[in-house]
């Protein structure tokens, strides 16, 4: 099983930016893929980047060109740059790793409004 933690979330205008970065226990890091999914309320859970362990990344269409998924092997993180956010980027936003099972984080809030 792998804890994860997130930070980073916050309340931000439009336009502007965040960085959220996620911590992994544990030694394994390196060889998981890691996802960053968000949940806006009333919606279903959506899968948002994933970069996985040899730095190959993929981004859901509404936020390519403008997140950015990395990751640090010696500091077990994930980070997730998020620019030019918009108001329908509002959601909590969890890293997740398969590993045996699908681990979760305990979730950031992010919201986007003027």
């Known amino acids: 099983q792998v804890q994860l933690v997130e930070s980073g979330g916050g309340l931000v205008q439009p336009g502007g930016s965040l960085t959220l970065s996620c911590a992994a226990s544990g030694s394994i890091f390196s060889i998981l893929t890691m996802d960053w999914y968000r949940q806006a309320p009333g919606k279903q859970r959506e899968l948002v980047a994933t970069?996985?362990?040899?730095?190959?990344?993929y981004y859901a269409i509404s936020v390519k060109g403008r997140f950015t998924v990395s990751r640090d092997n010696a500091k077990n993180t994930v980070y997730l740059q998020m620019n030019s956010l918009k108001p329908e980027d509002t959601a909590v936003y969890y890293c997740?790793?398969?590993?045996?099972?699908?681990?979760w984080g305990q979730g950031t809030q992010v919201t986007v409004s003027s």
């Open positions: 970069i996985k362990n040899n730095g190959a990344t």
């Open positions: 997740s790793a398969y590993y045996g099972s699908r681990n």
